[in-house]
């Protein structure tokens, strides 16, 4: 209960302070808050998207804190989640049910991370490092398949053929025309059932285990590698999910850069849960209001951009980490 | 000849700062993973200096200067508040990230590049020259200076360091000081040296290609400015291998665009054996 009230304070510590950066910029503080929260719960429409734009950091968030459970730090989310997505844009053309479509591309995302964790695991490399790298890597190899092998030649942009109806998910009519549908429930979902797996099963357990203390679990006979190859392929699956979500539910198709670098705001959801599958939702719905939000800044205010909300997620990142680490020194 | 090394040295300046940086910090026991961050408000500000104090040098000290605050800023979490040093590394990625476009709209009027600097004559050996002293330099204080051997006992060994009546903590915030203004200095070289104003997101990973140099190098001063090469080497080759063409085959652009960070990948895992990293690297003190 005490943690949950050090990173409420947190937050409003660095809101408080993000504000401050508005002010540094020359702009009112009050117009950037109007404009950021104005558009967040006013229609239905509007809450579709602010759904919308919560789905994906659900699943990346969940990218990165089932690694850090295993004491893994994920910043690969954004490559894997683009490899998902590339292989759902793809699929269809080989398989014509939805389910095997889904279940295709993130099984390809999940071998995509579970790399990082083999080369942390076998080759010891540093997981860091390699996932920054194989997020570049992912950049080169989908953009080159983008706007070669699999682009729609009745394009002029680097994005692939639409895929057949059948996969499309149908976005509920209450919102009005935003396209939260069946991946949005589902990510709600998704981190209780994880919690469950977390708590309830083998793998769960040496997953955490291994995170706790390297060397007790493996004196108790848990092998660390396994286990990292293991919750990184479960990330790169997670982050696929966001793929799916786009391609089948958002614009049917792979577009070039059409993730506003959701696997790195995974980072900040999953920091600011703390590695707790139980918050994410909350701390997901709260970077996703803040980046919807900091879409209206260009149209609203002069000097602001979008990338507002990345500045939101630093500040807050580092304030809840600091009121938590905050102890009066013994005298 | 010609055609390499000078190219060679030139793309591999700001990453000599910014891996000379990383390697100070975090052989005082504080992993850096803020490099990235430190190195694009580097960019930012060395050009917004340079360009308001009409002065490349001074742009590059103004960059210096807003690392050594940044460092700061880590400092008080890593070391005062013994937050976790890969999550505050990894805010100040994303608050630089987020705060540069907002900057460059503020103060240029467009989000995706400064004004250019263009009153002075491209520099030719000046930074060239700062880059081989600040790795002779490191190198030096490092080996054979008592100062640079605790700084060593500060990551290995702090409890050594502690019995000995030293400091830990006064090394470790020199690390995260120095691994501020370095890397911000190594940034400037980006937006003021090797081109002429800042770009969105242009340090593109080179705060990690700088910390992959330093595992490289063993966080070994002369290793990992061969790391460095390294990378500038497979960066240079990228970008003459564009439209070129293999037995009649064109490779993509953005594939070949890879081919630095493939190169990377694959001779940490699989060319150098284990490196090990300074014992208490992570440790807070």
């Given at each position: ?45 509007d809450?579709g ?10 699943f ?11 004491g ?18 793809v ?16 099984l ?39 706007n ?14 639409p ?23 589902f ?13 309830r ?13 390297e ?19 479960a ?14 539910g ?65 500040i ?16 | ?52 104090l ?18 700061g ?44 600097v ?21 190198w ?91 990378f ?17 085959i ?18 940490l ?9 300074p ?6 003190w």
């Amino acid at each position: 209960m005490k943690d949950i009230l050090k990173s409420f304070l947190g937050v409003f510590i660095g809101l408080g302070v993000g504000l401050l950066v508005v002010v540094a910029v020359g702009e009112n503080p009050l117009v950037v808050l109007k404009a950021m929260t104005g558009a967040l719960v006013s229609s239905p429409y509007d809450i579709g998207m602010t759904l919308f734009y919560t789905t994906p950091l659900i699943f990346t968030g969940l990218a990165v804190a089932i690694p850090l459970r295993a004491g893994l730090f994920n910043i690969g989310a954004e490559g894997q989640l683009m490899v998902g997505a590339m292989a759902a844009a793809v699929l269809p053309q080989v398989v014509s049910s939805p389910f095997l479509a889904v279940f295709g591309a993130i099984l390809i995302s999940g071998i995509w991370g579970g790399l990082i964790g083999w080369l942390k695991a076998r080759r010891g490399a540093h997981e860091v490092i390699v996932s920054i790298l194989m997020n570049f890597i992912a950049v080169g190899i989908t953009s080159t398949l983008a706007n070669g092998m699999f682009k729609d030649p009745d394009s002029q942009l680097g994005e692939t053929a639409p895929v057949a109806e059948v996969f499309h998910s149908v976005p509920f009519s209450f919102f009005a025309g935003a396209p939260t549908g069946v991946y949005t429930v589902f990510a709600l979902f998704l981190p209780y059932l994880l919690y469950g797996v977390m708590k309830r099963s083998v793998w769960g357990y040496q997953l955490r285990a291994v995170g706790l203390n390297e060397t007790a679990a493996t004196l108790y006979g848990i092998e660390r590698g396994r286990v990292w190859i293991l919750a990184m392929m479960a990330a790169g699956a997670v982050a696929g999910f966001v793929g799916c979500m786009e391609v089948f539910g958002n614009a049917h198709k792979f577009r070039m850069g059409f993730s506003p670098e959701w696997g790195f705001s995974g980072i900040a959801v999953a920091l600011l849960a703390r590695g707790k599958f139980s918050a994410i939702v909350p701390s997901a719905l709260l970077f996703g209001m803040i980046s919807k939000g900091s879409l209206a800044l260009e149209l609203e205010t002069e000097k602001m951009t979008r990338e507002y909300a990345m500045v939101l997620q630093g500040i807050i990142i580092l304030s809840v980490t600091l009121t938590h680490a905050y102890k009066k020194r013994a005298k | 000849m010609e055609e390499w090394v000078f190219p060679v040295l030139r793309t591999a300046t700001p990453l000599v700062f910014a891996s000379m940086g990383g390697l100070w910090c975090e052989r005082s026991g504080v992993i850096q993973i803020g490099l990235e961050g430190f190195m694009l408000l580097g960019a930012f500000f060395g050009a917004f200096f340079a360009l308001a104090l009409k002065s490349v040098f001074l742009g590059f000290l103004g960059a210096g200067l807003i690392g050594a605050i940044l460092g700061g800023v880590f400092g008080i979490a890593v070391i005062r508040f013994r937050a976790n040093q890969i999550i505050t590394g990894t805010a100040i990625n994303l608050f630089a990230a987020g705060l540069t476009p907002i900057l460059c709209k503020a103060v240029y009027g467009s989000a995706n590049s400064s004004a250019r600097v263009d009153f002075t004559e491209p520099l030719l050996w000046g930074p060239l020259v700062a880059a081989g002293l600040c790795a002779v330099v490191s190198w030096a204080l490092f080996l054979w200076t008592p100062w640079g051997l605790r700084m060593r006992f500060a990551g290995e060994h702090p409890e050594a360091l502690q019995n000995a009546g030293v400091s830990v903590v006064r090394y470790r915030w020199m690390g995260v000081v120095l691994a501020g203004v370095l890397a911000s200095v190594g940034g400037a070289m980006l937006s003021v040296f090797l081109s002429s104003s800042f770009v969105r997101g242009m340090s593109a990973g080179r705060g990690f290609i700088a910390l992959a140099a330093l595992i490289l190098g063993r966080w070994n001063p002369g290793l990992t400015v061969m790391g460095c090469f390294l990378f500038a080497f497979t960066d240079l080759m990228q970008g003459r291998l564009q439209g070129h063409e293999w037995f009649g085959i064109k490779v993509a652009d953005p594939m070949v665009h890879t081919f630095p960070y493939a190169v990377t990948l694959f001779i940490l895992a699989f060319v150098m054996g284990r490196s090990r990293a300074p014992k208490a690297l992570g440790e807070p003190w």
